[in-house]
Nanobody
Framework: QVQLVESGGGLVQAGGSLRLSCAGSGRAFSMYSMGWFRQAPGKEREFVAATNWSGGRSYYADSVKGRFTISRDNAKNTVDLQMNSLKPEDTAVYYC?????????????????WGQGTQVTVSS
């Protein structure tokens, strides 16, 4: 079992940057693919980015490609999301999640463990 806790959210102006971090507990953290998702008010939760167990492969939603970077440090049991060139439409609660399947997947239902989320607000 993996427990996840996100941090690093906040308020930022459009064009600015934020770095989200997700801390995982459990010895098996490095065995999981990790993903970031977000949910804006009134909208469904959507995929943002994912990385495989080693961090050697990653995949991004088209809406964030070139602006966001996912990375992980298995020695520290963390996975980060560096967000640059933020836009007001990036405003959402951001969640990290763990997937025991080795492929990079984008479906909400495919991820087993979830954090509580951290709010990101981008002002125009």
């Amino acid at each position: 079992q993996v427990q996840l806790v996100e941090s690093g959210g906040g308020l930022v102006q459009a064009g600015g940057s934020l770095r989200l971090s997700c801390a995982g507990s459990g010895r098996a953290f490095s065995m999981y693919s990790m993903g970031w998702f977000r949910q804006a008010p009134g909208k469904e939760r959507e995929f943002v980015a994912a990385t495989n167990w080693s961090g050697g492969r990653s995949y991004y939603a088209d809406s964030v490609k070139g602006r966001f970077t996912i990375s992980r440090d298995n020695a520290k049991n963390t996975v980060d999301l560096q967000m640059n060139s933020l836009k007001p439409e990036d405003t959402a609660v951001y969640y990290c999640a763990a997937d025991p399947f080795p492929l990079l997947r984008t479906g909400v239902s495919e991820y087993t463990y979830w954090g509580q989320g951290t709010q990101v607000t981008v002002s125009s």
